[in-house]
């Protein structure tokens, strides 16, 4: 399978978290599903301003956050999401596992890191 990763301005993902999910403000990643696997899983687009000011804010390699981010994204466009507190622990084990194997600690674990799920509802 593949997807397409792409890094954009705080700006341009307002625009499109408006376009598609009413939501004009910037997020740290959208997800978008190609509906069609023979054109690949779909596109993963994170907020860069906004990853980097959230990799400040936990105190974490700027490189980290992002394989974090983009494993996120990723995991939704396989159908994974965080919309109840079951699905949101399974997919928040899940991510935590992939980040091992790429030696990223758990980014659950500290208490002032920003969760996903809170910045999905920005």
Known sequence: ASATLALNADAAVAALNGQFRGKPVATNVLSFPSGDPRMGLGDVI??????????AE??????????????HGILHLGGHDHDTNT?????????????????IADPYAEAETISLNEADSR
């Open 46 to 55: 994170m907020a860069f301003e906004t990853m980097h000011r959230e990799a």
């Open 58 to 71: 936990q105190g974490v390699p700027l490189s980290h956050h992002a394989c974090h981010l983009a494993v």
């Open 87 to 103: 699905r949101a622990a399974l997919m928040e084990a899940l991510e935590t596992r992939l980040l091992a194997a790429l030696g």
